[in-house]
């Protein structure tokens, strides 16, 4: 049970470059996110899904693209980075339900660097 | 809005000592669910303590508390008998639910850096 694999780790992108953040999941969990981390901030959703087909957008989804075609993975595409899209990105994942016991599997974080 | 304010860019505590980091949220809704994450220089996000809003009883976990106090909207972080592995980054984070069917979404903080000094 590896829990959610977010791969690469690290990137660094020219301005205009486009490329995917991989997520996966190993646990059936329903619902799974994508958060970006800034400097000072705390975690903002961009885009999350509740199932296979069905995803909707976060607070800040400019920019980002997704798609759900498998329970397991959630990719985030970046069409053209910006460096305004320089920041640290977390997939997160959980058991669908409103219950306070289904809380949050965090992946361990891709760090992207815009140039 | 929905808003997450704690107001203590950063702390530091003795080795042993015992810490309270602040939270206060905004909200209109009576059905939802508060958190602590704690995130390490390793960047990984960790589950603290997690309280629900219709449970009086404060939430406890091992040396980790917290006050909830629900009229006041205040959400604050007791670290009892604090260790160095205690340094991290923590959010107070609020979930709200956007509709039926499990869609979410966690409103965090900007965070406190607990420094935990021997």
């Known amino acids: 049970n590896a829990g959610v694999t977010q791969t690469p780790k690290f990137q660094v992108l020219k301005t205009g470059q486009s490329m995917t953040l991989q997520c996966a999941q190993d646990?059936?969990?329903?619902?799974m996110s994508w958060y970006r981390q800034d400097p000072g901030m705390g975690l903002r959703l961009i885009h999350y899904s509740v199932g296979a087909g069905i995803t909707d957008q976060g607070e800040v989804p400019n920019g980002y693209n997704v798609s759900r075609s498998t329970t397991e993975d959630f990719p985030l595409r970046l069409l053209s980075a910006a460096p305004s899209q320089t920041s640290v990105y977390f997939c997160?994942?959980?058991?669908?339900?409103?219950?306070?016991?289904?809380?949050?599997?965090f992946g361990a974080g891709s760090r992207l660097t815009v140039l | 809005a929905q808003t997450v304010t704690q107001s203590q860019p950063e702390m530091s505590v003795q080795e042993a000592e015992t810490v309270t980091l602040s939270c206060t949220y905004d909200?209109?809704?009576?059905?939802?669910?508060l958190f602590w994450y704690k995130q390490p220089p390793s960047r990984q996000m960790i589950l603290v303590i997690r309280q629900e809003a219709y449970k009086q009883q404060n939430a406890t976990e091992n040396r980790f508390s917290v006050n909830f106090q629900k009229a006041a909207k205040s959400f604050s972080l007791k670290i009892s008998d604090s260790q160095l592995g205690d340094a991290a980054m923590y959010f107070c984070?609020?979930?709200?639910?956007?509709?039926?069917?499990?869609?979410?979404?966690?409103?965090f903080g900007k965070g406190t850096k607990l420094t935990v000094n021997p």
């Open positions: 997160a994942s959980k058991t669908g339900g409103r219950s306070g016991a289904n809380v949050l599997t």
């Open positions: 909200t209109s809704e009576s059905d939802y669910y």
């Open positions: 984070a609020y979930r709200i639910h956007i509709y039926q069917g499990g869609s979410e979404k966690l409103v």
């Open positions: 646990m059936n969990h329903e619902y």
